[in-house]
Nanobody, 120 residues
Framework: QVQLVESGGGLVQAGGPLRLSCAASENIFRGHGIGWYRQAPRELRELVASISTSGTTNYKYSVKGRFTISRDNAKNTVYLRMNSLKPEDTAVYYC??????????????WGQGTQVTVSS
């Protein structure tokens, strides 16, 4: 069973920052890459950023240079630091495993996510 809990969303003005947190169970954190995904209204869920167990990161083109994904091995937590937020970043953000050969999560099971709303 995948156990990941997202937090840190909120309402922010355009240009502002937010930091999201993803707390994972140890077996998930240690053995898998983790991705941050988002789903905007009437849109499909998309991968925003991923980080492998070794720390290799990848980003969706539109967030490169603004978002930073990192992992704290001592806390079994993955963060998404978001700077220079834009209204088009508004979405529900989810964390889940990321398996490169799948291009997505190990299991299609999702938590509640955390809402990020960017006002213009």
């Amino acid at each position: 069973q995948v156990q990941l809990v997202e937090s840190g969303g909120g309402l922010v003005q355009a240009g502002g920052p937010l930091r999201l947190s993803c707390a994972a169970s140890e077996n998930i954190f240690r053995g898998h890459g983790i991705g941050w995904y988002r789903q905007a209204p009437r849109e499909l869920r998309e991968l925003v950023a991923s980080i492998s167990t070794s720390g290799t990161t990848n980003y969706k083109y539109s967030v490169k240079g603004r978002f930073t994904i990192s992992r704290d091995n001592a806390k079994n937590t993955v963060y998404l630091r978001m700077n220079s937020l834009k209204p088009e970043d508004t979405a529900v953000y989810y964390c889940n495993t990321y398996v490169e050969v799948h291009g997505g999560p190990l299991y299609d099971t999702w938590g509640q996510g955390t809402q990020v709303t960017v006002s213009s």
